[in-house]
């Protein structure tokens, strides 16, 4: 295995590409912590592990809270002794016309998607800077949102646009302690919460049309290379997608 030693923090490990980069990780060779809100759905990542689950664990977490984001890294290191890589994961939107949209769903998904990877970044950097060997990479989970919006996205759209602040500056602020930090900009992955896509979704111009998808396991092969890399080279960003994917020329 190519990873031997390292270890690994991903959120959203549940279900869908984080379900699908932690199983990937693992057999690499990594160590993986793994995080999300529902105990249920890390178990069921843990049992499709087989018998790699026997270096993971699971730390439920939400990581709008910071104090359970503390605790997911510390029993993190407390487990493996160190973290190499983070990948920030977790996130969702919530769909409507900007007018109608409430306080409490804008604060919903900044809470989850914004404020919990800025969370899960300064933690990473705090463990980074000191740890021996030094440094580590945060990969956050960018989208192609944060490029071009969906109709009725505001939050979700909002959010992904900061994700690219927070890719930019913790890239700048990491340099002098060797952490990389980097962002994966991804498309239409056929998972349970985008399957509707293929059914149909709103587009620019008010029709409803079907979209191509791709593999989510082509998605966690790339964020396995992301990863792969030393520590002197970075994928800065990087936009996947179903090659036919309305991204270029959309709308």
């Not at 800025?118 to 192609?144: L, T």
């Not at 896509?197 to 790339?222: F, R």
Request: net charge neutral.
């Amino acid at each position: 295995m190519a990873s031997d030693g390292k270890v690994a923090i991903i959120t959203g490990a549940g279900s869908g590409i984080g379900k699908d980069t932690v199983l990937t990780f693992l057999k690499d060779g990594y160590s993986v912590a793994l995080a999300g809100r529902r105990v249920d759905a890390l178990e069921s990542t843990m049992k499709a592990a087989g018998d790699n689950a026997a270096r993971a664990i699971m730390v439920p977490t939400d990581v709008s809270d910071q104090a359970a984001v503390k605790s997911l890294f510390s029993r993190t290191v407390e487990k493996f002794g160190r973290i190499d890589v983070v990948f920030n994961n977790a996130g969702f939107g919530r769909k409507g016309a900007i007018e109608d949209l409430t306080l409490e769903q804008w604060k919903s998904v900044v809470d989850v998607n914004l404020s919990g990877t800025f969370f899960c970044i300064q933690e990473s950097f705090r463990y980074m800077k000191e740890q021996n060997p030094r440094g580590g990479r945060i990969i956050n989970n960018g989208s192609v949102s944060a490029h071009v919006p969906r109709p009725e996205s505001t939050p979700y759209t909002a959010t992904k646009h900061g994700i690219t602040g927070l890719t930019k500056s913790a890239s700048l602020e990491g340099r002098k302690y060797d952490i990389a930090c980097c962002q994966i900009d991804i498309g239409n992955a056929q998972t349970e919460t985008a399957s509707r896509i293929l059914h149909g979704t709103l587009q620019a111009d008010g029709t409803i049309k079907s979209e191509p998808m791709m593999d989510v396991q082509d998605i966690a092969n790339a964020v396995l290379y992301m990863a792969s890399l030393p520590l002197n080279a970075n994928v800065q960003f990087m936009t996947i997608m179903a090659t036919a994917m309305p991204y270029i020329g959309r709308g």
